[in-house]
């Protein structure tokens, strides 16, 4: 870059010129361009920054006015050329403390002293723009992987669609009748399937390998490349991004002995129901009798911690559709639906009041008590009717188990809820028989990837492969590899498709800002990448083991390899690095440290002085929250906005400590069981290096209590004052850091 030249622009608009003294705020600058405005958004207020920029030569931008959350496109400047700084004076200065106070004063002036710093500290990155391959793999060939590939495909993208089986279709191709796909939602439909099938092999964007099955991906967004096995024969070929439709299996229901499966012949699963309803007729299977009285048990085995802990959601409705089956091949017949609660959402109430207008379908919230089986193969189902309040008898020709689905990201024979915590590619299940624990090997379900943390996708539970389940569906922690359909949670057919569709856009949208050089999300267009002083690093492998994205592999040194297109830009490789060898141009450890220095410490104050450090998905934005509702809090922090709390490095923490910082509060998402951190394990990670800071501490001889890390989600905002408070008392308890002053 051309030498730097720093343009300062403060806005004294939205109470910033009647709360603060804009002169000595410019006092604090020092820089050879300093201007402030009444309304820097406005076209002239902005078109004095483009001229300062065309005429003057500014290259780095500190914009001294709102949050970085608004306005974005007013302040947008070529960020390969230029580096534009925002700095919060008014969300997080004016509109959330009183107005002309020495404490809002100083505030104002240690963010601006911030600001300026990480712009000096800042260059434009230099993006790694290249020539992709833009070929999407589609791994499945059921409803959820035709639907892929077909969309994929009418939006000109070049398609290679591989499915394990010898023919397409997956599950849909097993069904007699489909649930309803149109208003009203309320009657049956032929399968569809066929026709899915036939388009995809009419389209000249679809390669298709069915009887085929994945060797191995190796590399990266772009640049992966596949090998492929059929018929004893292996094929490799390139692809650029993949969307993963493995889909699901039907929960075994050997398992399920007190239902009576496999232990009376006329008990089936919902799945084995579909086949006796494609035969014509719904009969027994013990003799071919056609049945009289079909009894439906819903949740079996499902939301039960021994089998399925969680609602199918889907099952409900195919047991009402399977009802219908019933009543369509013997007008006479009745079915009974034996439920603990009848989940039917969206539109497919309609289909649920279709049924419950049948006279000869009969719906009861019950308890099964038991099963029993006459001579002649009839079987009697005894029921706690909820509703009544008594014990009840149905005699059924057959009964039907609504089993659930589990996604077939587990393979066969492992137990869902036997899953370590975090797959990466190395599930274990432990049974233990006559008292031996016993860990079974890892086995390799369909991806095979290369990847250093292991061959196949991480979940956060029950094998689901695991996104931001807010924000980002259809994004896996495998940076070019999107989910879609009942592997990344149970679904029907019609959800499955739109699943798919979603899944289509996001690989296409992977590829083209991939080329760019620009992160997808939750960064998206983020332009920057981490570089790797490697000369320096001594193999400590915290990087390739931290990383939630598996970007980094290695050489048989334990050396760090960089995927750069796997990589998310949230800095989680910079906080785990204990050599300070990983950076990036636009974000650094000595960025945050030298801004650390440039905070003005009191010397001398009967209140705590804070350090926040703030993730700036969920922290930040709070913030901004409580200054445009007007709420209060104490003026004695200063927050530092980081990418996420996985980038914190422990030489902050001594950074701040040695500056006479009486205490530091890191602000991140929630993690545990139901995280939402947009970088998966930051706010995780963060938590577990705290635990090590004891030693850090202990070397400056201070307490462990004066760092504190808070989980905070973006709409508990108006917590923060008494978040605030509670940490100020707490350290006032301590006393001043004996470190002030020097």
């Known amino acids: 870059m051309s030498e730097s030249k720093l343009g300062i622009y403060i806005c004294t608009d939205c109470g910033i010129g009647e709360s603060l003294n804009i002169e000595d705020l410019q006092k604090i600058a020092k820089a050879q361009i300093c201007r402030t405005h009444p309304f820097l958004c406005s076209q002239e207020g902005a078109q004095i920054i483009r001229d300062d920029i065309n005429n003057e030569g500014v290259n780095k931008i500190v914009v001294a006015a709102c949050s970085q959350r608004v306005n974005y496109d007013v302040f947008d400047y070529d960020p390969l050329k230029y580096v534009t700084e925002r700095v919060n004076l008014r969300e997080h200065v004016v509109w959330s403390h009183p107005p002309n106070t020495e404490e809002t004063q100083a505030m104002a002036e240690d963010y601006l002293s911030l600001g300026i710093t990480r712009a000096s500290k800042s260059e434009p990155p230099e993006p790694k723009i290249t020539d992709l391959n833009r070929t999407i793999l589609v791994v499945g060939g059921g409803v959820t992987g035709l639907t892929a590939a077909i969309e994929a495909a009418k939006a000109g993208s070049q398609v290679v669609l591989v499915e394990k089986e010898a023919e397409l279709g997956g599950w849909a191709k097993k069904m007699y009748k489909v649930l309803p796909t149109k208003a009203p939602f309320s009657e049956l439909e032929k399968p569809a399937i066929d026709s899915k099938i036939a388009a995809a092999n009419g389209n000249e964007n679809i390669k298709i390998y069915t009887a085929t099955t994945i060797k191995k991906i190796a590399g990266e967004p772009g640049m992966y490349d596949v090998t492929v096995e059929k018929g004893g024969s292996e094929e490799t070929f390139s692809i650029g991004a993949i969307i993963y439709a493995i889909g699901w299996k039907p929960y075994d229901a050997s398992k399920?002995?007190?239902?009576?499966?496999?232990?009376?012949?006329?008990?089936?699963?919902?799945?084995?129901?579909?086949?006796?309803?494609?035969?014509?007729?719904?009969?027994?299977?013990?003799?071919?009798?056609?049945?009289?009285?079909?009894?439906?048990i819903q949740c079996a085995g499902q939301r039960d911690e021994a089998h399925v802990p969680y609602c199918s959601s889907v099952c409900c409705n195919v047991s009402l559709k399977q009802a219908m089956y019933v009543r369509e091949s013997n007008p006479d017949a009745g079915a009974y639906i034996i439920y603990k609660d009848m989940r039917t959402p969206g539109l497919y109430e309609n289909f649920y009041k279709t049924a419950q207008d049948d006279e000869g379908i009969f719906l009861a919230k019950g308890e099964i008590l038991g099963i029993e089986e006459e001579a002649d193969g009839s079987l009697l189902v005894e029921v706690n009717n909820l509703l009544l309040g008594k014990t009840v008898r149905i005699k059924a020709d057959i009964v039907v188990l609504a089993t659930g689905m589990l996604t077939n990201m587990i393979p066969e024979d492992y137990e869902v809820n036997n899953l370590t915590t975090e797959y990466i590619g190395t599930i274990t299940k432990k049974e233990t028989t006559d008292g031996v624990t016993e860990e079974l090997e890892p086995v390799p379900i369909s991806l095979n990837l290369s990847y250093r943390q292991g061959p196949e996708m991480p979940h956060l539970k029950y094998g689901f492969p695991d996104s931001h389940f807010i924000c980002f569906p259809y994004e896996t922690r495998r940076t070019g590899i999107y989910a879609a359909g009942a592997v990344r949670h149970p679904m029907d057919a019609l959800q499955a498709s739109a699943d798919a569709t979603g899944a289509a856009l996001k690989a296409i949208q992977c590829l083209e800002l991939t080329s760019q050089g620009k992160a997808v999300h939750p960064r998206s267009g983020d332009q920057t990448l981490p570089e790797f002083r490697l000369e320096s690093c001594t193999q400590c492998r915290r990087c390739t083991v931290e990383c939630p994205f598996g970007v980094l592999d290695e050489d048989e040194k334990g050396t760090p390899q960089e995927h750069p297109y796997r990589c998310r830009r949230c800095g989680t490789c910079m906080g785990a690095c204990p050599q300070r060898i990983i950076n990036f141009k636009n974000y650094s450890i000595d960025m945050i440290s030298s801004m650390i220095r440039s905070v003005n410490v009191p010397d001398e104050s009967e209140e705590p002085f804070i350090l926040g450090l703030i993730c700036e998905n969920d922290a930040y934005p709070a913030l901004d929250l409580a200054g445009q509702n007007r709420v209060q809090y104490n003026p004695n922090f200063r927050f530092i906005s980081l990418r996420c709390l996985g980038g914190t490095n422990l030489v902050w923490i001594a950074d701040a400590l040695s500056k006479g910082i009486d205490g530091i509060m890191l602000i991140g998402c929630k993690f545990g069981d139901d995280y939402q951190c947009h970088f998966i394990k930051g706010s995780q990670l963060a938590n577990e290096r705290l635990g090590k800071v004891q030693e850090t501490l202990d070397r400056l001889m201070l307490e462990s209590e004066r760092v504190q890390q808070v989980q905070l989600a973006i709409n508990e905002w108006d917590n923060l004052p008494k978040i605030l408070d509670d940490f100020s008392e707490r350290l006032k308890e301590l006393g001043p850091n004996p470190y002030k002053g020097f």
């Open 256 to 296: 399920l002995d007190n239902l009576g499966y496999g232990k009376f012949k006329n008990v089936v699963t919902n799945v084995e129901m579909e086949e006796l309803a494609l035969k014509g007729k719904i009969a027994r299977p013990s003799d071919g009798k056609p049945a009289q009285s079909v009894v439906f």
